[in-house]
């Protein structure tokens, strides 16, 4: 798993990535729930080779983070083909939802340490 420094590094991989899934961890060293979940992230980039994993160190790579609009952590954002899969902010969806009645496109950014949810997100998108 590839650690990320800046966003230039950010733009690389996802150019280098092409049509693969590509699963951005924000995490820290400090962080409780970061630590508990690495271990499973780790093991899921060796188990699903088609996907690309990488790491940013919100502490290290602040900028970034900010960015990316990241204000929690862990975050996982997921991206193909350089575009972030969530095509909506929640406030709009929210509003397209609630104006629509049917919610069309989930949400495939998230928080929380949460192993089985990142998994089935990964297949689902793959």
């Not at 420094?5 to 049509?19: H, I, Q, R, V, Y």
């Not at 790579?61 to 975050?75: E, F, Y």
């Not at 575009?83 to 629509?100: D, E, H, P, Q, W």
């Not at 496109?105 to 949810?117: H, L, M, N, Y």
């Amino acid at each position: 798993m590839q650690c990320i420094k800046d966003e230039n590094e950010f733009k690389t991989l996802l150019k280098s990535a092409g049509c693969k899934l590509v699963v951005i961890e924000f995490s820290a060293k400090w962080c409780g729930p970061c630590k508990k979940i690495c271990p499973i992230v780790h093991a899921m980039s060796m188990h699903y080779q088609n996907v690309v994993f990488a790491n940013v160190d919100v502490d290290d790579s602040r900028d970034l983070a900010q960015t990316c609009n990241v204000r929690v952590i862990p975050t996982f954002q997921l991206f193909k083909q350089t575009k972030k899969v969530t095509l909506f902010t929640r406030i709009k969806r929210a509003i397209c939802c609630y104006r629509s009645g049917v919610e069309r496109k989930p949400i495939f950014e998230f928080c929380g340490a949460d192993a089985s949810k990142l998994e089935a997100k990964i297949q689902e998108l793959m």
